[in-house]
């Protein structure tokens, strides 16, 4: 597969306001496009002809099975409903010089035909107030939604007709730093990158920046870095979570959540590196750690991908079981993994419901995995704790009543640590809700 980009960043314009960060932007997503095997071509602070010149070239050079991305960061505007990005160079005083002097978006374009394997990402980081302060007529802020050719995926640093946020602090423009931490993950496909990039943007400006996507995407996922090795030591992942799980985040495990890697794994060791996956992205929900992927793809994928693969795993093993030492239980940390209760069978999903524990006065997890068989539930739990490495405690396959008696009982251990929902009486008497009780219901992190 041939991998082809365009990075475009301006900073230095010589009648328009400078900015900051589109450089670093530029230079960034270069780096990592690079490394994803993609040949890179970086235009910093560019003419219109240079640009015109570079893109026509660029163009030249796609071919059947491309992947490729142009990527802009700098001053964009529109005029009429027309995309236009800003060169380093212009000098406009009336808006119908805007297209002879600037680059239609629409020319970034690269069309393919239906039998055409080829990809063709647009990303325009170009949504910044409108850089003529003496106010040129009919010039918008933001940038209008143009239609994406069969094999395209425009992505908008914002939505349409909106500017975006920057940050001094940030060595990058807001959204294109959580653009290179979506690119970063693991077997993420494109529209899911775009996805997650949003679901963090929209968190980190309390909705004020909301980015956009449209895609004609069609065929085979595609993931930048596609990881069949696991890179990172599953014992590795144990030395951390002994600490405390100081360090670990989502992306270190998802370098592990592939199938072909899930097969080689034991029960008791899928069943461990499941359970790190639970705290550690129920604690990204929380806002107890940085938020790295979208939450509805994750649930998915756990779902629909990697549960089944324990399940059958479990079930294969066939080691009927009992559990009876919740009362040797304390939970510690006060907070709850998982839901804490079951659906009924015909509409349960695969799980895995888990607390920070003591027993016999060890730390640890105490896990279960809880799912449906033949028309009945089975859960299989299992104790993982810290001395001189990981100590694992298998107790069996429980099903039907065994095991709906054993999850009663467990949900009760659990109740105290359940949120208590706010009182929303006044809410229905008049109108109102204590302020306090529902931020501590609905934003737990605060």
């Known amino acids: 597969m041939q991998k082809e980009a365009l990075i475009i960043g301006i900073n230095d314009y010589k009648h328009l306001p400078p900015l900051e960060k589109c450089l670093n932007d530029a230079n960034d997503l270069s780096d990592f496009l690079s490394k994803c095997g993609f040949t890179t071509s970086v235009l910093q602070n560019p ?32 005029v009429d409903g027309d995309n236009f990005i800003v060169p380093v160079d212009p000098n406009i005083t009336i808006a119908e010089e805007i297209p002879y002097m600037c680059i239609h978006a629409s020319d970034l374009l690269i069309a393919s035909d239906v039998k055409s394997q080829n990809m063709h990402l647009l990303i325009l980081d170009a949504c910044r107030n409108n850089p003529f302060k003496s106010g040129i007529k009919g010039i918008s802020g933001g940038l209008a939604k143009m239609d994406a050719p069969l094999g395209t995926l425009i992505a908008y640093s914002t939505a349409a007709n909106t500017t975006s946020i920057e940050r001094a602090a940030d060595r990058n423009g807001i959204y294109t730093k959580f ?14 990158v775009f996805k997650n990039t949003r679901t963090n943007v929209i968190s980190s400006t309390e909705g004020r920046q909301v980015p956009w996507d449209l895609s004609s ?39 592990f959540l592939h199938s072909e890697y899930l097969q080689t794994l034991s029960v008791e060791k899928l069943h ?7 705290i550690a992205f129920e604690k990204e929900q929380a806002g107890m750690s940085k938020k790295t992927i979208d939450e509805d793809f994750l649930n998915e994928e756990l779902i629909d991908k990697f549960y089944p693969i324990l399940q059958n795993k479990i079930i294969d093993e066939n080691k009927p079981g009992e559990f009876d030492i919740l009362k040797d239980i304390a939970i510690v940390k006060e907070f709850n993994y998982g839901f804490n209760f079951i659906e009924s069978p015909d509409e ?24 449906t068989n033949d028309g009945e539930y089975i859960t299989y739990p299992t104790v993982f704790l810290k001395d001189s490495g990981l100590v694992i405690i298998k107790f069996g396959l429980i099903k039907g009543k065994e095991a709906e008696k054993i999850l009663d009982d467990y949900f009760k251990l659990r109740q105290p640590f ?27 992190e605060k």
């Open 47 to 78: 003419t219109q002809k240079e640009v015109i010149n570079e893109v026509a070239n660029f163009k030249k050079k796609i071919k059947d099975n491309t992947i490729s991305v142009i990527y802009f960061s700098g001053h964009g505007l529109q």
């Open 179 to 192: 653009l290179l931490e979506s690119l970063a993950i693991p077997n993420l496909s494109v529209e899911q």
């Open 217 to 255: 995407l069609h065929g085979e996922n595609f993931s930048f870095i596609a990881s069949d090795q696991v890179d990172v030591p599953f014992e590795e992942i144990i030395r951390v979570w002994e600490n405390e799980f100081a360090e670990i985040l989502l992306p270190d495990l998802l370098r």
């Open 272 to 278: 461990f590196l499941f359970s790190l996956t639970v």
């Open 348 to 371: 349960s999903f695969p799980q895995i419901i888990l607390n920070e524990i003591n027993y016999n006065n060890l730390s640890g997890i105490l896990s279960f995995f809880v799912s």
């Open 418 to 444: 359940e949120k208590e929902p706010p009182n929303f009486d006044n809410l229905f008497t008049t109108g109102e809700i204590n302020d306090e009780e529902f931020d501590k219901f609905f934003n737990p």
